[in-house]
């Protein structure tokens, strides 16, 4: 049997932009060179050591329509919601909450000084499930099962399944595969065939690919929709993998709001200030 290997088509570095109360971030997916990724809408991460570019934090606001998956590789992320949902996330930890009808939820540093350093996805719901009942989960690092594929590569797994690994992240039509992978030398991946994906360096470097492309730290590589992802790692690399079955729907997206059409993103600005969610 022989396996087809994914091809980097693309890879872009992001842009820095500054979201909720000036929290100092790099935009990779959801700019105007990658507007999105069906069904990944957006992805930001934040890495710094400076508080001043963090501790504003994200004080409320709304979301409707699609899930945000928050995954903090260092520091404390505090997050409550107006269902209910509260809970911190801390090193290695992540935050799943599908805002579905609507949540009005802030998520604020729990540290006033040290690193901060994580990422926040956002992943789109199907037309069926925008108005589904909000739902959260926090998962602590301890819930993540650690992996080994190979000689030298290693698999914290989030979401999806890989091999005979699954991760604790909810079953969703969209059948997300998120891990954070370290390899120490060659690596073969399965992802399955018609997933979109993409992966973001964390540190390190090493060659991707059919084609062998360089990638080194805070590079967003796009991958071609069929067959497993081989690469080679440069020393140590280390990355986040984030692939999902395509939706194929429209989009209509207004700030935190992510419906199928214009009249639904009006209801949902309207249903917001009338206090509906
Ligand atoms: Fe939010």
Redesign the pocket.
């Known amino acids: 049997m022989t396996t087809q290997s994914r091809r980097v088509v693309h890879i872009t570095r992001g842009m820095p932009t500054e979201d909720?109360a000036g929290v100092k971030l790099t935009r990779l997916v959801g700019t105007p060179e990658l507007p999105d990724l069906d069904p990944m809408l957006m992805l930001d991460t934040f890495r710094s050591d400076n508080p001043g570019d963090y501790i504003a934090g994200?004080p409320p606001?709304p979301?409707r329509g699609f899930e945000?998956v928050s995954y903090m590789i260092h520091g404390r992320l505090q997050h409550r919601d107006n269902k209910g949902g509260e809970g911190l996330i801390t090193d290695g930890g992540v935050q799943w909450?599908t805002a579905g009808r609507g949540v009005v939820?802030?998520?604020m540093p729990a540290q006033t000084d040290g690193a901060m350093f994580g990422f926040?996805l956002w992943l789109n719901l199907p037309a069926r499930d925008k108005m589904m009942t909000p739902w959260y989960r926090d998962i602590r690092a301890d819930e993540i099962p650690s992996v080994k594929l190979a000689d030298g590569v290693s698999v914290k797994l989030i979401a999806g399944e890989l091999g005979t690994a699954k991760g604790p992240g909810p079953e969703r039509p969209t059948a997300p595969l998120i891990a954070d992978i370290t390899a120490g030398g060659a690596f073969a991946l399965p992802i399955p065939d018609g997933h979109n994906a993409f992966l973001y360096v964390i540190d390190g470097k090493g060659v991707l690919g059919a084609d062998k492309r360089s990638v080194t730290q805070g590079d967003l590589a796009i991958l071609s929709d069929a067959g497993s992802l081989d690469g080679t790692a440069d020393g140590n690399l280390r990355f986040l993998l984030v692939a999902g079955k395509p939706l194929r729907e429209p989009v209509a997206k207004y700030g935190?709001f992510v419906m199928n059409t214009q009249n639904e993103l009006r209801q949902a600005v309207n249903d917001y200030q009338r206090g509906l969610f």
């Open positions: 909720g994200f606001h979301h945000t909450m939820h802030s998520e926040q935190p």
